[in-house]
């Protein structure tokens, strides 16, 4: 069975910076695309940055040129590192993956992290 487990968030003062890590175990013979989406209370699930397994990587507008997101492929595992954090940044942050399981490719969420900027 697949897992997204997500580490990282926390608290932190505007201006400041977390690293998100979500690593993906199990039954998983490649990945495509990892990633991270967010949600705020109140508001719908947006896209915060991408990378696949080869080509460019994608960023939300909103995070361009704060955030990198980067992936160790030997360990499955994807990073978010967000600096110049903002209290808009609030929110649940959730690693996305698409991945082969042997059996077709699927889409896998982790749990959230939660993530709050202070003023």
């Known amino acids: 069975q697949v897992q997204l487990v997500e580490s990282g968030g926390g608290l932190v003062q505007a201006g400041g910076s977390l690293r998100l890590s979500c690593a993906a175990t199990?039954?998983?013979?490649?990945?495509?695309?990892m990633g991270w989406y967010r949600q705020a209370p109140g508001k719908q699930r947006e896209l915060v940055a991408a990378i696949p397994s080869g080509g460019s990587t994608t960023y939300g507008d909103s995070v361009k040129g704060r955030f990198t997101i980067s992936r160790d492929n030997a360990k499955n595992t994807v990073y978010l590192q967000m600096n110049s954090l903002k209290p808009e940044d609030t929110a649940v942050f959730y690693c996305y993956a698409r991945l082969y399981d042997g059996l077709a490719y699927k889409n896998y969420w982790g749990q959230g992290t939660q993530v709050t900027v202070s003023s």
């Open positions: 199990g039954r998983i013979f490649s990945i495509d695309v």
